[in-house]
């Protein structure tokens, strides 16, 4: 065998031994090790909530979390748009609960790792978040002076034996908030300053409890987390973790041309951040424009880190005492969603604006200017190739 065959049968043999490995750089590979759920760490004590790593909290939280009797009129849960089966979600453009709401369902898996809740962030604690629909109007259209008398007369010995003694609440209205009616608003201004502190009280510990429960869901292992500790390990994928080569150019992409891993970092795929990413308003729909507005509802908020139902010290309220309150930036600035699970949650964006992740690739692939604000996001120019590349990968997240 002359000089020239021996070569080619080298090379050949090289090109075989290599079939089906992908080659990743020392930096792609410790990207992609950061994004594996492997790399998630522990949740943080929520300080602010001192019942949240409490078992028979959570187990409270559970109970009411899916209890209808724990909205205005009795056919109504938390986990009417959060669905157990559907990643916590309902498929929805925008949720429906006693009516049609004017956001997307948001899943809840590892949801206890953010920092800032909704798709504006109007909320700074998971438990001041799970209070807001309670009395929304179109989601469970309650008021807290009803949910302290139903936790009373349903729930009293448990509420009591984690979170201490039940107020009187024999004086207090059957139905008062200071949202909501005109009536239930008349009820809660003729209440006095220690009833209206009894009814927050029981309220914010009701949040606190389905906080606990939520605390307890955990985003599942997919192929990719696999592929990742194979990766990471150097060992060849045993069948079933292996990514195809369409695979494994959208990871690629993700990580390095198309700029995704920017804002989807992280073992969730998030950076809990808000971003104005061009996505159209929906017609018909109020104007939303986003963490804008939603700086000063988590102000006015008498559940934030800085109101008096917070347990522990006001040094956990970091994130609100450094709040970035106003600039351009947070103009149609929405929540960065986690991508997990994401390929079969459809449809996508704050209010459902795309039906599948071909319009969400192609959306990002354009970058059409926003409609208010000043969109991050900057025309990608992939091939019809790399978009479904991306799709593919993304699939993956969810098998």
């Not at 990207?31 to 409270?60: E, G, M």
């Not at 990580?255 to 971003?275: E, L, M, Q, S, Y």
Request: proline fraction near 7%.
């Amino acid at each position: 065998m002359n000089s020239f065959s021996r070569l080619f049968a080298l090379l050949a043999i090289a090109v075989l031994a290599g079939c089906g490995k992908p080659e990743f750089s020392e930096a792609e590979k410790k990207t992609i090790a950061s994004l594996a759920l492997s790399a998630l760490p522990p949740l943080k004590t929520d300080t602010t909530n001192r019942f949240a790593d409490v078992p028979a909290a959570a187990a409270l939280g559970a109970t009411l979390f899916f209890d209808a009797g724990m909205s205005g009129d009795g056919k109504v849960s938390c986990s009417t748009c959060h669905k157990i089966d559907r990643q916590f979600q309902d498929d929805l453009p925008r949720a429906v609960g006693v009516g049609r709401t004017n956001r997307r369902t948001m899943p809840l898996a590892g949801v206890a790792h953010d920092a800032w809740f909704f798709w504006d962030g109007r909320r700074d604690s998971l438990w001041a978040q799970a209070l807001a629909p309670l009395e929304n109007p179109l989601e469970q259209a309650g008021n807290r002076a009803a949910y302290a008398h139903y936790i009373k007369a349903r729930f009293g010995e448990r509420y009591e034996r984690i979170f201490g003694p039940l107020p009187d609440l024999s004086n207090v209205p059957a139905n008062a908030s200071p949202l909501g009616s005109d009536a239930e608003k008349a009820a809660w201004n003729a209440m006095s300053d220690a009833q209206a502190e009894d009814v927050n009280r029981v309220f914010a510990n009701i949040g606190k409890a389905i906080a606990a429960f939520e605390r307890s869901i955990a985003p599942p292992q997919t192929r990719f987390d696999r592929f990742a500790a194979a990766l990471d390990t150097g060992i060849q994928a045993p069948d079933g973790v292996a990514f195809s080569p369409e695979e494994i150019l959208g990871l690629k992409l993700f990580i390095g041309k198309a700029n995704c891993v920017t804002c989807h970092n992280g073992p969730r795929f998030t950076d809990g951040g808000f971003h104005n990413t061009g996505v159209p308003p929906v017609a018909n729909l109020p104007p939303d424009r986003g963490r804008i507005d939603a700086v000063r509802q988590v102000e006015a908020d008498p559940f934030n880190c800085f109101g008096a139902f917070r347990d522990g010290e006001a040094s956990a309220c970091g994130e609100l005492r450094f709040m970035v309150k106003a600039g351009p930036e947070l103009v149609r600035a929405y929540k960065t969603p986690s991508l997990r699970g994401a390929a079969t949650r459809a449809p996508y964006m704050h209010a459902g604006q795309f039906s599948s992740l071909e319009e969400v690739v192609a959306h990002y692939s354009k970058a059409p200017a926003s409609v208010e604000g000043v969109s991050e996001i900057h025309p990608l120019q992939l091939s019809d190739r790399e978009r479904a590349a991306l799709v593919a990968f993304l699939k993956t997240l969810a098998e």
